[in-house]
């Protein structure tokens, strides 16, 4: 069974910064993909970013240049660095990974950015 536990969310002002953190462990030898998405509410969950093995990345238009997606796979951990944050940018975080089999999905992270 595979476990994926986020961390670092919280309430932020507008322009603040804020680090999430996501650890996989349990049943997970070969990591594809890590990510993260977000859910705002009354929208769909869209992508945030995404990082393959290759270090290869893809980011939404709205984080480019704001947001950095970063992984350790010693610890098999992804990191997604937020910077010069919004109040659009308020949403529940949730960290995404595969083993080019399955996908699993942990239970996400609230981030608020309010003054």
């Known amino acids: 069974q595979v476990q994926l536990v986020e961390s670092g969310g919280g309430l932020v002002q507008p322009g603040g910064s804020l680090r999430l953190s996501c650890v996989a462990s349990?049943?997970?030898?070969?990591?594809?993909?890590m990510g993260w998405f977000r859910q705002a509410p009354g929208k769909q969950r869209e992508l945030v970013a995404l990082?393959?093995?290759?270090?290869?990345?893809n980011y939404a238009d709205s984080v480019k240049d704001r947001f950095a997606i970063s992984r350790d796979d010693a610890k098999k951990t992804v990191y997604l660095q937020m910077n010069s944050l919004k109040p659009e940018d308020t949403a529940i975080y949730s960290c995404?990974?595969?083993?080019?089999?399955?996908?699993?999905w942990g239970q996400g992270t609230q981030v608020t950015v309010s003054s």
């Open positions: 990082i393959n093995s290759q270090r290869d990345t």
């Open positions: 349990g049943s997970i030898f070969s990591i594809n993909r």
């Open positions: 995404f990974t595969d083993d080019y089999q399955e996908s699993y």
